[in-house]
């Protein structure tokens, strides 16, 4: 079972950015521990991150044809891409929305995400370990319907 972790702007920088938001876990720590856990759940993880708006809603279509599922961080585009918003609902599997931050402890315009309302689930607060969690789940959903 194919799964896209799909990452946005900005989130190619963690480990030096904002360390008291984000922490010290870097982005290849990040691509490692998701490839370690699909190889963990049996699943094949490709991991990708994008400061281009247009490179996303490319994969996002992609996801469509040939992936079974999407664990996606919009980062900054969470709040305010509709674009992302209507790739994210041409989705035919399920989409887990996940933020490392707590968006709901944050800044006003943090509070909102445009690609809730069209996600299957939303994640946020718990870290890189998110992401862990968003890929169990799937895992347990693909398990639930062998
Ligand atoms: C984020 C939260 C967003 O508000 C922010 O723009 C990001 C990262 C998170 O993972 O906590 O870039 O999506």
Redesign the pocket.
Known sequence: MRVYVLN????GRLGTRQVD??GTTSYADLVALCERTGRELGLDVVVRQTDAEHDLIGWLHSAADEAAAVVL????W??YSIAVRDACALLRGPLVE??????HA?EEF?RHSVVSAVATGVI??LGPDGYRLALHHLAAIRDQSA
Do not use: D, F, T, W
């Open positions: 946005g702007p900005n989130l938001v984000y961080n919009p980062a900054a969470s709040h996940v933020h490392i931050s707590n968006i944050r943090r946020c607060g």
